[in-house]
């Protein structure tokens, strides 16, 4: 365990695309598969609530966009890909149906030395700047300390006085700087909270606590706004299992502040979120997860009158510049759950854009379709499907194809290829929730049968956003002979209109292989990858892995339902690839 948390930091901490998925990332593959929930010894005391204009405040911010990957961008706002920002940018995610943003910041890269630990003027010029445009286009603005978390702060068990000096220091200066704003600015403690070199999870409790105590003391003492101004509390990680829930319901118990609320961060269930185990859809083992969390935050907080925000919510591996490690469709259904779920639970959320959702220089989303879906959940379900692929082979017979349909409490509306609406009957029939797609229908449709995307229909339901269903003409894909180093290997792939799902490694005696070897399918982006259109890679990671002159075999699952064998041999520095 300490061996793979020590790998990932600094791994993750150079990442210009996911630098904040730092400690979400690391809680998940670390602590999450390996340990039991943390429960205290006995019931924690039961916070009081807080006031109406908490719950009203924190249910107006409902939904929520963060800035992120810019003012927390290290050294700069442009340093991870972002342009600076503009009104028209903070005008475009309010005409989207964002109520607030969540701007995540940096600080102690901004900072001089001790002990005033003064932050750069222009710094806080252009925070204030930021802070200023978005509560002008009557946006709700959560701001916070970001990657000081780890850059710093983590370290409060081994450096305790030094650190707490330091923040003590920024939190005043911010505290001083924001005293008179709007009260639709709101102050959140720190972000994903971690500790380093502690006896374990009491330690890293008493330590949260007495940060999140002093931040407390800090912005109320500062008079002004900050009287009153909403708090935000993170739990431990902002992890939701049960112990952390516990251990900041007992620090709200301490404070017995009505302007506060929690917040709690969720990137889905980890093995289906980063692509690992063969978790390629958003299945029954996902929604559980999901609801679980939910459930517990729920009861922990919202159901005592005590406000929750999900601070950032989306996929770990998602993001557009990197296309199909979550595969399309299987995105849609779990931002669709999640939505929902949230609304039912009465749960505030904060969708994580770090730029892979909206192009900030386009000002347009990077997947409309997906967003609608996004925006969709917010105010009701959609229908959707087991699939949104059909896969007809390229020669041969063509057969009829059935989907299950998704309801999620809507009627189906039949469906639509373009302006043209299908006949229930003859293009397909439906006979509960399976629909069943034509012989005849489907050979019309994919017409000459060129590979890929021949045609794509609409299921139309009685609310929400349609589902989509793309009709694909295949053939078994076609991997040849490669040879190369072991700093990573470009397979020669004739995909033939099929899509690459997952990969299984696995030594002739049976054993698994891989940087993952408790489960023979390995991860997406950390042993291979699929991005063009004629290759598959294999990292440098996986081969460092592998033992030498040791035969692994290995399996190539696709979205159609081929698998195709592939076997592979480290030998030194070399390496070799070959159809089985």
Do not use: C
Not at 27 to 47: E, H, N, Q, R
Not at 389 to 397: C, L
Request: aromatic share 10%; glycine share 8%; proline share 5%.
């Amino acid at each position: 365990m300490t061996t793979r948390l020590a790998r990932l930091l600094p791994r993750r901490r150079r990442s210009s695309r996911i630098p904040r998925r730092l400690t979400a990332l690391v809680l998940a593959l670390v602590l999450l598969p390996l340990l039991p929930a943390t429960a205290l010894a006995a019931d924690p005391p039961v916070p009081p609530p807080s006031s109406p204009a908490a719950r009203s405040a924190v249910a107006a911010m409902q939904p929520g966009w963060n800035l992120g990957n810019t003012y927390d961008a290290i050294p700069d706002e442009t340093s991870w890909g972002n342009p600076p920002v503009t009104r028209a940018l903070f005008q475009k995610v309010k005409s989207q149906g964002f109520k607030s943003i969540r701007l995540p910041v940096t600080w102690g890269i901004h900072q001089g030395p001790a002990p005033d630990h003064r932050i750069d003027a222009a710094w806080m010029a252009k925070v204030r700047q930021v802070v200023d445009l978005a509560l002008s286009e009557d946006l709700y603005v959560l701001l916070n300390m970001h990657h000081d978390s780890w850059m710093w702060v983590n370290t409060l068990s081994t450096d305790h006085d030094t650190v707490l000096a330091r923040y003590r220091a920024t939190w005043t200066q911010i505290a001083a700087e924001f005293r008179d704003r709007s009260p639709k600015l709101a102050l959140e403690s720190i972000n994903e909270p971690t500790f380093s070199g502690t006896s374990g999870d009491e330690e890293n409790y008493r330590l949260l606590a007495e940060l999140n105590k002093e931040f407390h003391r800090i912005v109320r003492g500062s008079g002004g706004g900050n009287a009153d101004r909403l708090l935000v509390l993170p739990t431990l990680y902002t992890n939701a299992d049960q112990g952390r829930l516990d251990a900041l319901a007992t620090e709200l118990a301490d404070l017995r502040d009505p302007m506060v609320a929690t917040t709690v961060h969720f990137y889905g269930w980890w093995p289906f979120s980063v692509n690992i185990a063969g978790y390629t859809r958003f299945d029954a083992t996902s929604e559980q997860d999901l609801t679980g969390t939910f459930d517990r935050v729920y009861n922990a907080f919202t159901a005592r009158g005590i406000p929750v925000v999900i601070g950032e919510y989306a996929l770990l591996a998602y993001d557009h510049y990197r296309p199909g490690i979550i595969q399309r469709g299987e995105q849609r259904k779990y931002f669709e759950f999640l939505g929902d779920y949230a609304r039912r639970r009465n749960l505030t959320t904060m969708l994580w854009d770090a730029g892979q959702f909206l192009n900030r220089n386009t000002l347009q989303w990077r997947d409309a379709e997906l967003f609608g879906q996004i925006r969709s959940s917010w105010t009701t379900r959609s229908g959707t499907a087991s699939s949104d692929m059909v896969f007809v082979p390229k020669s041969g017979a063509v057969t009829s194809q059935d989907l299950t349909l998704n309801l999620n409490g809507t009627d189906f509306q039949g469906l639509r290829h373009g302006s043209r609406t299908l006949l229930r009957g003859k293009d397909y029939t439906l006979s509960g929730n399976r629909l069943t797609l034509t012989a005849a229908t489907l050979t019309e449709l994919v017409g000459d049968r060129a590979y890929g995307v021949n045609a794509t229909l609409e299921a139309r339901f009685s609310r929400g956003v349609p589902w989509r269903i793309d009709v694909i003409s295949h053939d078994r894909p076609v991997l040849s002979t490669a040879s190369g180093t072991t700093g990573g290997l470009s397979v020669p792939t004739q995909f033939r209109g099929d899509m690459l799902a997952t990969m299984e490694a696995k030594y002739d005696d049976g054993a698994n292989a891989g940087p993952a070897d408790w489960t023979s399918y390995q991860q997406w982006d950390t042993a291979f990858s699929a991005y063009t259109s004629d290759s598959i890679k294999l990292t440098a990671e996986f081969f460092t892995s592998l033992r030498d002159n040791a035969r692994v075999t290995l399996t190539f699952h696709f979205w159609s339902g081929a698998k195709v064998t592939y076997h592979v041999t480290k030998s030194g520095g070399t390496v070799t690839g070959s159809p089985a």
